[in-house]
């Protein structure tokens, strides 16, 4: 028992197994860039990697923020319709009382603090499963985003009136050529997010909560606090997620927004993060997240039709949870 | 207020259970006084449209839940069932009687799928109903070419599966609905089945050292939920006639709610059929309330949510008491 | 004991602070269809209403519930503007409700049965679904209460039922976008070596109103186009292929008409959609059929810069609807034009129209029209008004 | 011993219907290792809760380096020296040894943790305590014991004035028992105080220089270890003697025909190439070190895991299990080590816990037929003695103990011929502990065949009647109870093979 020898070569299985999961959700996003450029040329226009680009900020931050409560063996399911309602609010703060742009999107971002304390409070301090106290603040959002929006539909304004400066946080036009400066945030807030996993309290803490809670609490860590940061992050990026929506889609209509949590939580799955708990990386969530968002803007793009576009969606989302889970199997033999 | 804690239909129900019956008959004096017209048969046929399919649907996801799972596909794949069969029976002349089993078929295979997936493939709910529900979507959507159809009108001949929702002003559905929740309460109290959806949602690696085949029954969870889906589907077209392709996702969250404001554990093993129905009728009555009351769907959403909340965290409070 | 009283107060405090949330707001769903009449109402002021004849109908203490299809698109708002407009205008009450989504039509079918038990003096009505309401609709009947119905008609209502049907005629409308796109296309068309593509996006195939629009202007384009001694083939989404006039082969055809439907009517997709036909080399001209359609091809062109108003250059996109994105980019010359029915009319007629059932006038049907617009017209005073932001 | 360092006096603590602890006073002096003894439930744990802040007491003193103190959560006893090593790992499996090590008071760089002053600070903390181990290492890639050297290391780097260790030596191979009294003894001599609560009275003889006993809530005395005897602490901890001594030969007839045989079972690491065979009314001890893989080993013969190879016969006749259903089939009975995640459905009641494994018997056309359900449990509740209010109590409201007899009642209303009994009475009093004994006595007089698995070598001498010795993974001796002798058999399980 006093060799070393056999958990550290375990250990670096571990490690490999986290980096070779990343890998292989990268290799199938690379797998269907080069598969969908082979099938279709248009795909292979610069502006339609702008486009994929431009839809899915929003569910890339959702997934960065969503990570934290994934980790934490919990689940945010209030992103979604949370989006879209601070979204609604910002958007009527500036287009129908008036507000600067800044003062909108302020308020989104706070608004979408608030919600995320609420959950945190609900499964920090009340107990309640975090699927379903999120699921509430889900129905809850959804409803408030129509109340505060007056039930209108919100066009934030468009490029080229006064206040759509905000557009250009995610893509700026040098010399007639497109640059999609928010992919840049997406990456830069990835590599804030990653530190924050790894190298801040709030992250060790958050991963050590979702590895075991009780032992956490014993360690005398305040850990109500950290279990309602986890999820204060998640509603602040879904914040960010909101102006980044309002940006790219301009109009924001009240109702809408249901959905859009799975695609940031399947992504987040996919790159890795552990549905269980403790495990799980920032940048596994963005490349899970791109490969969502290749079959979602790839598959018209091969002329397949709509309706076929679900199914096969469904099916590879199975089969990138399958193909993890077959190869635990075997490791555990 | 120990006594009345002690009666032992209040403890076979559980306290917060009357609690919420409690909720559900006041809501509705709230509502006669404040609603518009709100006394009267119209009022409480239209509520139970909403809580037919609404209640099948919960019913469903009640055992799902008790093993511990989860099923948001619920929602589409009643539309799926809904599109398909319809679609058989609009298009293809297939009879009506046909169409229904084939509605209760098509909820059956996504019970199969989804189960087969968790049990034996070991693919977490989540993901799996995640998958299940765009599948739903985009087969729902290939089968009718991306048309909604319309179920037969009442008046028509192929009409008569309408009453099974109501003949005359006799709510029929409510009657059949509740055979079916007493059924399901029977299959979850008495029966081996019921023990052991319910012991696996508790604690499976036990239930399966005790030389149980847990995948078998965790799977047959998932299959009631598909086939009482099914059957969600035709009271949703026998009270709104017509479905489309693309939708339904809006009815997992109530469905859900429903369940869990009655009682059902979100990790499963503790599950209350009494109580999912209380949930449902609470639900459906807001709904209806809401609208009387000349407001918006939204405040449904968001007081359904609060209702939710309030009665878990009661259920936590008391149990957390108990130990 | 002392615990359970906390906790107890903690859930009611819980539900009271919730609930006053929303208790506060509880005066808002009143207003909020009042609001917008009040804030609104400035553009379009009473020379508005072009399609109303002009007879003035007394309003007495009437009750009217008005639903609408969804609150989603500033479409739907203008409309409920003119239904306040008009109410005020004739003293008479309306209660406007109506789903999130057009697509809700079970929480239609709901509210349109809680009307008919609020036993108003009569329903206007803007049925999501043709099908789904029959049954109520014989409810209403038989408790006599007149239902109008605008916006979109309800052909197999029971007979008696529907007094009155203030419609636009959507096909018709459709085929107005087209006569106005095809003219501005031709003599690329003319002059094209090989096919050229015009891409259509429908924003989903099941809606009545859209799919009448989106055949209206296939069908319309090969009309014009065979005029010409142009073959037209249409591809893309099987319902528009099979229902329009006639389908061509596109081996051989001159103009390929591309529909495009995504797979969920969320914005996102209708712009991947309208992207991948914008990005094809042949396509020349595009539409949307509706508001989120038409605005979804302008959120592709974010990325894409094709679109534009000289045929020679660009590709000439013609919208549906009105609303603030789409007028920016008519003025600021992205898309070439849009066809814009008159929400506020339509709303404040179908409240004249209920008034005079209730006064015991007849009345009849009263169509809409689809109005083209484009830089050169929008501040024109026929145009003006029916361009709600 | 030095002069005392803390001082409990007349703690009272009430939890909702039991008076926990009532007026208990408690010391420790400056380097004494001070035993805390008494029967599960007798309070122990609970009072060490108090002590760190975890239970908040209802009266009574705590004096601590002289001045009076109340530790509001485990982090103000930690940083004023009081530290705790749980009985059960606190360990977070998914960060490293360092991480875990210095979780809660990480060291900082600006914002950020400062990992590598942190790995540095472990590798000396493990330098001084003479322990190797890797401190960028995963948590849950270390070995059980190792994991516990990981929490003293954890308890030490606190500073601390005084260490309880609640049990620490129950998941401890024998070799890391010594590793740990060495650290203890170093710990002692640098004039730290040390609460040391076990059941094991050997250890208890080794290493403590004073007992306190605790009985059902209230201090019963203290004594200077080297002045009492193994039956003064037990008769003070139950108050009566029951101490029996190994069991001098086997109970087994020499002809009793082989109902179990294994040959050459594979399954991972941890299973390789096991044969052995079980007679009619045996008890067959497996011994063996934490990690041997016995536990391993009994749960790849029930198929709860999959296994390599190998063959089984039972009654002479060769079987196919690939999972528990398979097995229960064929009459055997798997009592886990960890009931409460493996053995008990603990939102269940008795009767229905009682079976679990035989329902389809208990079922009249569709339905279960409950009221002979009812019946039967009663019965197993009367005949094992077990401990409940009712057969509808949940089973998550009774004792270790009693909830090992519903596990074992499960087994016996399916009449299974072939008992596989893992650590049976782990986290079990000394009372309900010998009443788990009689009772597998008594089985085996029935003609049942028992295989127990137990790391606790006074319960495989006196229970056993042959004892299979494994060591990592592999058989490593076998050995009948005549022979058998604590030495022997620890030889066998340290045995290297190559």
């Known amino acids: 028992m006093s060799k070393n020898s056999v958990p550290n070569t375990q250990n670096k299985s571990v490690i490999s197994r986290l980096g070779g999961q990343k890998f292989i959700v990268l290799l199938v996003v690379v797998g269907l860039i080069i598969f969908f450029s082979a099938v279709s040329p248009d795909f292979r226009k610069y502006s339609t990697a702008m486009s994929i680009l431009d839809y899915s900020y929003y569910i890339a931050l959702m997934a960065i923020g969503v990570t934290f409560p994934l980790i934490t063996g919990g689940v945010d399911l209030s992103i979604g319709t949370g989006l879209i309602c601070y979204s609604l609010t910002g958007g009527f703060l500036i ?81 007639g050529t497109k640059i999609p400066l928010g992919f840049l945030w997406v990456l830069l807030l990835v590599a804030v997010m990653a530190f924050v996993l790894n190298h ?64 940031a939580i399947g992504g987040a799955i996919i790159g890795g993060v552990s549905a269980s708990g403790g495990v799980g990386s920032v940048g596994g969530s963005l490349i899970g997240v791109f490969v969502i968002c290749l079959l979602k803007t790839g598959l018209p793009y091969i002329g397949l039709q709509a309706n076929w576009q679900q199914i096969i969606t469904g099916l590879v989302l199975i089969g990138a949870v399958l193909v993890d889970i077959m190869k635990k199997k075997k490791e555990k033999i | ?148 159809v319309s179920w037969p009108q009442g008046t028509s001949e192929q009409g008569w599966f309408r009453n099974l929702v109501k003949v005359g002003n006799f709510p029929v559905g409510l009657v059949i609905f509740l055979v079916f929740a007493v059924i399901c309460s029977i299959i979850l109290n008495k029966t081996r089945a019921g023990r052991y959806i319910l012991s696996l949602g508790s604690n499976k690696e036990a239930v399966r050292l005790s030389g149980v085949n847990v995948k078998k029954w965790e799977m047959l969870a998932y299959v009631i939920c598909g086939i009482l889906v099914g059957i969600a589907a035709i009271f949703f077209v026998a009270a709104y006639t017509t479905v489309q392709p693309g939708y339904g996702d809006s009815y997992n969250n109530e469905a859900i709610a429903g369940c869990v404001m009655g009682g059902t554990s979100m990790t499963g093993g503790l599950a209350s059929i009494g109580g999912t129905v209380i949930g449902v009728f609470i639900i459906a009555l807001l709904q209806e309330g809401i609208l009387a009351l000349h407001f918006s769907k939204d405040y449904q959403l968001i007081i359904t949510g609060i209702i939710v909340i309030v009665a878990v965290y009661a259920d936590v409070v008391a149990r957390r008491r108990r130990n | 004991m002392k615990k359970k009283v906390l906790t107890t107060l903690l859930c009611v405090s819980l539900a009271a602070t919730l609930l006053a949330g929303c208790g506060g707001k509880s005066d808002t769903p009143a207003s909020a269809d009042t609001a917008p009449a009040t804030e609104d109402a400035a553009p379009a002021t009473e020379d ?69 038990n609020n036993q108003p003096n009569g329903i206007g009505l803007a049925a999501c679904d043709q099908e789904a309401c029959l049954d109520s609709l014989q409810t209403a009947m038989d408790k006599g209460i007149p239902v109008v119905c605008f916006d979109s008609g309800i052909p197999s209502a029971p007979e008696g039922s529907v007094y009155a049907t203030i419609a636009t005629d959507n096909y018709a409308a459709g085929a107005t976008a087209a006569e106005n796109l095809y003219p501005a296309l031709k003599d690329k068309i003319a002059s094209a070596t090989a096919p050229v593509r015009i891409g259509e996006v429908n924003q989903e195939a099941t809606s009545e109103s859209i799919t009448s629009r989106g055949l209206g202007f296939i069908d319309k384009i090969i009309e014009l186009a065979k005029a010409d001694g142009k073959a037209v083939a249409v591809i893309g989404n099987e319902y528009y292929v099979n229902n329009c006039s006639e389908k061509g082969d596109e081996a051989s055809a001159d103009i390929i008409i591309e529909v495009a439907v995504p797979a969920q009517t969320t914005v996102e997709l209708c712009a991947t959609e309208a992207s991948v036909i914008l990005n094809k080399a042949d396509t020349i001209g595009m539409f949307g059929s509706n508001q989120v359609a038409a605005e979804g091809i302008l959120t592709a062109n974010e990325n894409l810069d094709v679109l534009g108003t000289d045929p020679a250059t660009s590709i000439l996109a013609a919208g ?70 | 011993m030095g002069e005392v360092i ?7 603590k009430f939890f909702p219907g039991v008076h926990a602890l009532d007026h208990v006073s408690f010391e420790v002096r400056k380097g004494e290792v001070h035993a805390l003894m008494g029967e599960n439930g007798a309070g122990k744990s609970t009072l060490m809760k108090v002590l760190t802040g975890i239970y908040k007491k209802d009266s009574g003193t705590i004096i601590y380096e002289g001045k009076e103190v109340e530790f509001h959560n485990t982090r103000e006893a930690q940083s004023a020296g009081v530290v705790i090593v749980h009985q059960e790992l606190n360990m977070l499996g998914h960060l490293t040894v360092a991480q875990n090590i210095f979780i809660g008071r990480e060291f900082k760089k600006g914002i950020a943790i400062d990992d590598k002053k942190m790995n540095e600070e472990a590798k000396k903390l493990f330098d001084r305590l003479h322990i190797d181990i890797d401190p960028t290492e995963t948590m849950s890639n270390l070995t059980v014991g190792k994991q516990q050297m990981c929490e003293i290391a954890k308890a030490i780097s606190h500073d601390a004035k005084v260490i309880v260790f609640d049990e620490p030596s129950a998941a401890l191979t024998e070799t890391e028992i010594e590793e740990l009294f060495k650290i203890i003894r170093d710990l002692r001599k640098q004039q730290m105080g040390i609460v040391y609560i076990s059941h094991r009275m050997d250890e208890i003889k080794v290493i403590t220089d004073r007992v306190t006993v605790m009985r059902d809530g209230t201090y019963v005395g203290t004594l200077i270890t080297e002045e009492c005897t193994k039956d003064d602490i037990i008769n003070m901890m139950v108050g009566r003697v029951i101490y029996e001594d190994p069991k001098q030969k086997s109970m087994v007839a020499k002809d009793a025909p082989v109902v179990l045989k294994v040959e050459h079972l594979n399954a991972g690491r941890m299973v390789q190439d096991v044969s052995f065979e079980l007679h009619k009314g045996e008890i067959l001890g497996f011994s063996g070190l934490m990690g041997a893989g016995r536990t391993e080993t009994a749960r790849a013969i029930f198929g709860a895991d999959p296994k390599e190879s190998g063959d089984i016969y039972i009654n002479g006749e ?98 299974c011929d072939i008992l596989i009994f893992d650590e049976p009475t782990r986290g079990i009093d000394v009372g309900a502990k010998n009443e788990i004994y009689k009772l597998m006595n008594k089985l085996a007089e029935d003609g049942k065949s028992i295989i127990m698995i137990s790391s606790e070598m006074t319960e495989i001498l006196r229970m056993s009647d042959r004892i299979v010795v494994m060591c990592e993974g592999k058989k490593t001796g076998e050995i009948g109870i005549e022979e058998a002798s604590q030495e022997a058999i620890m030889n066998m399980a340290t045995r290297e093979i190559s």
């Not at chain 1, 990026?237 to 109009?251: C, N, Q």
């Not at chain 3, 008005?66 to 989603?72: A, F, N, R």
């Not at chain 3, 503007?81 to 209660?95: C, I, M, P, W, Y």
Request: glycine letters at 10%; a neutral charge.
């Open chain 4, 6 to 12: 803390l001082t409990m006096k007349e703690i009272d």
């Open chain 4, 318 to 415: 060769k079987v196919t299990i690939n999972s528990p259903e398979d097995a229960v089939k064929c009459g055997i009975g798997y009592l886990s080590e960890d009931r409460k995640r493996y053995g008990i459905v603990v939102q269940k009641t008795v009767a229905e816990n009682s079976t679990m494994a035989t329902l389809e018997k208990y079922v009249k056309g569709l339905f279960i037929d409950k009221k002979a359900e009812r019946e039967v449990s009663q019965e197993y509740v009367d005949s094992l003695d077990t401990k409940t209010p009712s057969i509808n109590q949940l089973v998550v409201n009774l004792s270790g103990g009693n909830q090992q007899k519903v596990v074992i009642a499960k087994w016996l209303v399916r009449n």
């Open chain 3, 48 to 116: 508005a209403a072009p399609a109303t004849d002009a007879s003035v109908a007394t309003g007495g203490d009437y009750k009217f519930e008005i639903i609408v299809k969804s609150y989603q698109s500033s479409y739907w708002q203008a409309a409920v503007t003119g239904v306040n407009q008009k109410a005020e205008e004739l003293g008479v009450t309306v209660n406007c409700t109506g789903p999130n989504a057009e697509s809700d039509i079970a929480d239609q079918v709901n509210m349109l049965n809680n009307a008919i």
């Open chain 1, 200 to 263: 801040t309290k709030i992250g060790r803490y958050t991963i050590a909560i979702g590895s075991n809670k009780e032992a956490t609490i014993l360690s005398g860590i305040n850990v109500k606090f950290y279990h309602i940061m986890a999820y204060v992050i998640s509603g602040l990026f879904a914040g960010l997620a909101a102006i980044a929506y309002s940006a790219v889609f301009s109009t924001v209509q009240p109702g809408t927004g249901a959905g859009f949590e799975l695609e």
């Open chain 1, 95 to 175: 287009v129908q009382k008036g507000w600067p742009v800044w003062a909108g999107m302020l308020m989104a971002l706070l608004l979408s603090i608030v919600i995320g304390l609420l959950n945190g409070v609900l499964v920090s301090i009340m107990n309640l499963p975090p699927f379903l106290a999120t699921l509430c603040t889900c129905m809850i959002t959804r409803g408030l985003g129509s109340i505060f929006s007056n039930r209108l539909g919100i066009s934030w304004p468009t490029s080229g009136t006064p206040g759509s400066w905000f557009r250009n946080i995610f893509k700026i036009t040098v010399n």
């Open chain 2, 1 to 148: 207020m120990e006594k009345i804690k002690h009666n032992p239909i209040v403890e076979k129900l559980g306290f917060n259970r009357i609690i919420l019956c409690g909720v559900l008959i006041l809501m509705y004096v709230f509502f006669t006084v404040f609603g518009d017209n709100f006394a009267g048969l119209p009022r409480i046929l239209s509520a139970l449209n909403y809580a037919y399919f609404l209640g099948f649907l919960s019913l469903g996801v009640t055992f799902v839940i008790a093993t511990g799972g989860i099923d948001f596909s619920i929602g589409p794949v009643m539309f799926c069932s809904a599109l398909v069969s319809g679609y058989c029976l609009t298009s293809y002349g297939v009879p009506v009687a046909l169409s229904l089993v084939i509605s209760i078929l098509v909820g059956t295979l996504f019970g199969i799928f989804n189960g087969y997936l968790v049990a034996y493939w070991s693919v977490p709910p989540f993901i799996v109903s995640m998958a299940s529900m765009n599948i739903a979507k985009g087969v729902a959507s290939v089968f009718t070419k991306t048309q909604s």
């Open chain 3, 320 to 389: 549906f609807d009105a609303g603030s994105v789409i007028k920016g980019a008519i003025t600021s010359g992205k898309m070439f034009g849009a066809v814009t029915q008159s929400p506020l009319a339509m709303g404040q007629t179908t409240v004249e129209v209920l008034t005079k059932i209730a006064n015991g006038e007849s009345v009849s049907d009263v169509p809409t029209q689809g109005y083209w617009y484009d830089s050169t017209n929008m501040k024109d005073a026929s145009i003006a008004p029916n361009l709600y932001d």
